[in-house]
């Protein structure tokens, strides 16, 4: 495998989970911000994952303080992609901002490098013609919490190289994730296709006044002995991309979607609440709820 440093662009939850969990298996990575304050919010999530790999027995204190001391931290495009094999886009799911980010990244980056979107609302063909290398631009979509979540969904287009979709999915199984080979564009992957209608159907009984969150989840456990439930799931993976989806489809002209993507404005952003990532959600962490003995009783 050609891939030996990986760039990180974007030093959000998911960024920062990407760019340690790729340092954690032994890649030399530079993780890229606009701002220092978005550095140094990253660095903070480094050492809280450093601390949740150990706590779930996934890394020791050795390998984690290895993981990193591989990682550099820069605001300077260039130089975060001056010897980048491959570049994982994990910035915000603005359209504007992913187009501006691309056409700087192709001034800059070396021929050979390879871009990977983290995109979770939209599909390679809406990127790759901000891109001067169609044929090395795909999507690799990560869940939150990847060491333990650990899919990596590989998309490709009509114009990506072969070749580099089988280089990326090596690269997936060095970083311990498991490959997702996507052959055509999919609107949401696999893992969103079947996660947001359910997730939809969920807040909208909340939303209805039908039933609370807690016995969604706990009907949903009951029956199917899944070991959690839409809104324990949603707490995991955050409120931020159901949000951007339902709204987008709301004013599409979706009712339901918008009825949905309302609650969860009002639930979760409005309340400050970012499920796991900052300790509240539907539920408490690190104890939530649906994890108790009695929760099913």
Do not use: C
């Amino acid at each position: 495998m050609k891939i030996k440093n990986v760039t990180v662009a974007g030093a959000g939850v998911l960024g920062s989970q990407i760019a340690f969990q790729t340092a954690f298996k032994g890649f030399n990575v530079s993780s890229y911000d606009i701002n220092d304050k978005a550095l140094e919010e990253a660095k903070k999530r480094f050492k809280v994952l450093m601390e949740r790999y150990q706590e779930d027995e996934y890394g020791t204190k050795q390998q984690v303080e290895d993981a990193y001391n591989r990682i550099t931290q820069t605001t300077d495009l260039a130089k975060a992609v001056e010897n980048a094999d491959l570049v994982i886009e994990a910035v915000p799911e603005l359209i504007d901002i992913k187009e501006d980010f691309y056409k700087k990244l192709s001034k800059v980056a070396k021929k050979e490098t390879i871009f990977a979107s983290n995109s979770s609302t939209m599909v390679p063909s809406q990127l790759v013609g901000f891109t001067d290398r169609p044929e090395k631009f795909l999507h690799m979509h990560f869940a939150n919490e990847i060491w333990r979540l650990n899919i990596a969904e590989i998309m490709m287009s009509e114009k990506t190289d072969p070749k580099v979709f089988d280089e990326v999915i090596e690269f997936a199984k060095a970083i311990a994730m498991v490959p997702i080979p996507l052959h055509k564009e999919q609107p949401g992957y696999v893992l969103n296709t079947l996660l947001v209608p359910h997730l939809k159907a969920a807040v909208q009984m909340a939303a209805d006044g039908v039933a609370e969150p807690q016995v969604v989840d706990k009907t949903w456990m009951i029956s199917t002995g899944a070991p959690m439930g839409p809104f324990a799931f949603m707490d995991i993976i955050g409120p931020n991309t159901p949000y951007n989806l339902y709204k987008a489809w709301g004013e599409g002209g979706d009712e339901l979607s918008a009825k949905v993507a309302r609650w969860i404005k009002a639930e979760y952003l409005d309340k400050g609440k970012m499920g796991t990532a900052n300790g509240k959600g539907v539920y408490t962490y690190p104890n939530p709820a649906y994890k108790e003995a009695d929760f099913l009783k």
